[in-house]
């Protein structure tokens, strides 16, 4: 049941029913009292008149009695008074309501002697009447008076009152119970929806609903709770989406370190294997090599062989840095200056293929708490995979905000496709030709940057082609 109609049942109706039956009882005690206060002035008029009246007939004059009768009528609403004798043959009589009794009971009252009154109505008029017998100085009745009084709607008026109080009252109680239907309403329901209303909404996962604080002082200091209830659970749910998100990158990063050491153990087993064999051949290839009857091409195969054996040991000996844990010695350097060293590194390769290398370096930075040789070799690899790729123009440029360095190397080459882009750190993967690539260059980048704490991912860049960001820490407690 809602509250409004519950407040209404058990409250609201009983003390309806309260002031209503106190209010009948009231209108009741009102309308015996005038008619008890109606009937005693009549019966005290009476009195007085009949005594009167006792003395004229005991004279018997005539004059003294009319002049009782009229004296009578200066009494307010007496409207008839009769005399008889004690057979209830009328002597005298002056205004309404001369046959109200039968002469046979106005005999009773002559024989009982004790006065008589009653209700009656004649004609359509309503009296209130009182029989009194007259009685001589020697005790004896000699005859009976009649006083009328008419009743002009006393009776009526009553229950005129009676309607129009109970006709107040129904219109006072839809009065007061539609104004506290409407107060309800305005100041305590509709509140209670607005602040229900957002509740759903969250519920249905619209975290960003607020409630508005406006209506009464409480709602408003509810809705402000509830908000700031929301705003907590938001930051919480912030705060569990950002730990999960670190989570997954994490368990990510566990998997390819997993595996990379798995890799490298692998590695291992293999040189280990392969180590004296390769050594064999590159020493036979050597000496074969020095022979004089050897013609320049069978020379020149010997050759190759013995560059295929150092790729393959280059090969194995990457795979063993790869998946070994390196402690990172770092110290505090001038990113510009290794960004110098790299560049002349790959120098020859950019002069061959005509490629511009822009740089956008604040004129001045934060020193970088690195390790010199590992970033220059992170910076030379990518530097080389960009002139590898046909770039003509390479452009390297950084910024810093909350503590951390954020590196950008991008070109205008082909650029990397999309369903590329989430395999190119893992091991062996390739987009160059056989026999060109080892597929370990920029999983050797990664596994740098993840010593040095910092992050490194691919996008497409504005020049058009691939762009790398790397993120790295400016100190160790970051």
């Given amino acids: 049941m809602r509250l409004r109609n519950l407040i209404l049942i058990s409250v609201i109706a009983p003390l309806f029913l309260v002031l209503l039956i106190f209010s009948l009882v009231a209108i009741k005690s009102l309308e015996e009292n005038v008619s008890t206060r109606l009937e005693r002035e009549v019966q005290v008029i009476t009195n007085v008149i009949g005594t009167t009246l006792s003395h004229a007939m005991a004279r018997d004059a005539t004059e003294p009695l009319e002049e009782s009768l009229y004296s009578a009528f200066s009494f307010h609403r007496i409207y008839g008074a009769y005399v008889f004798d004690a057979s209830g043959r009328e002597i005298y009589g002056l205004g309404l309501g001369q046959a109200l009794f039968s002469p046979q009971t106005i005999r009773e009252v002559a024989e009982q002697g004790e006065m008589r009154s009653a209700y009656r109505e004649h004609e359509g008029w309503h009296y209130y009447s009182v029989l009194k017998p ?128 798995e890799l490298g153990v692998l590695a291992a087993g293999v040189a280990h294997e392969i180590g004296a064999p390769l050594t064999v051949i590159n020493g036979q290839a050597q000496r074969l090599a020095r022979r004089d009857t050897l013609s320049d091409a069978d020379r020149a195969k010997l050759g190759r062989i013995r560059g295929e054996v150092e790729r393959i040991v280059e090969i194995v000996r ?130 740098i940057i993840n010593d040095h704490g910092g992050t490194i991912g691919v996008f497409d860049s504005g020049l058009g082609g691939a762009g790398f960001e790397i993120g790295l820490p400016l100190n160790d407690t970051d």
């Fill in 134 to 261: 007259l009685l001589s100085p020697t005790g004896e009745v000699q005859g009976v008076l009649q006083v009328n009084r008419l009743n002009t709607g006393i009776e009526n008026y009553t229950g005129f009152l009676s309607q129009l109080a109970l006709l107040a009252f129904v219109v006072g109680a839809a009065g007061i119970v539609f104004g506290i239907w409407w107060g309800f309403r305005r100041h305590i329901e509709r509140p209670l929806e607005r602040i229900l209303s957002v509740m759903q909404r969250v519920e249905a996962g619209d975290r960003e609903q607020r409630a508005e604080a406006e209506g009464p002082q409480e709602y408003g200091r509810l809705a402000v709770a509830l908000n700031g209830m929301l705003d907590a659970m938001a930051e919480k749910d912030a705060d569990i989406e950002a730990r999960r998100r670190k989570e997954i990158e994490l368990e990510k990063r566990l998997r390819k370190s997993k595996k990379l050491a």
């Fill in 318 to 447: 990457q795979l063993m840095e790869l998946g070994r844990r390196h402690n990172v010695e770092k110290e505090p350097l001038d990113l510009a200056e290794l960004i110098q060293t790299s560049h002349e590194l790959v120098e020859e390769d950019f002069e061959r293929n005509a490629i511009r290398l822009e740089l956008e370096l604040p004129s001045s930075s934060s020193p970088l708490l690195a390790n010199g040789q590992q970033l220059i070799q992170v910076l030379t690899n990518l530097l080389r995979n960009a002139a590898q790729a046909g770039v003509k123009r390479v452009r390297i440029h950084t910024r810093e905000a909350d503590g951390w360095l954020t590196l950008l190397i991008e070109d205008d080459g082909p650029g990397i496709p999309d369903e590329a882009k989430s395999k190119v750190f893992d091991p062996f993967y390739t987009t160059k030709p056989v026999g060109q690539g080892s597929g370990l260059g920029l999983s050797m980048v990664h596994r």
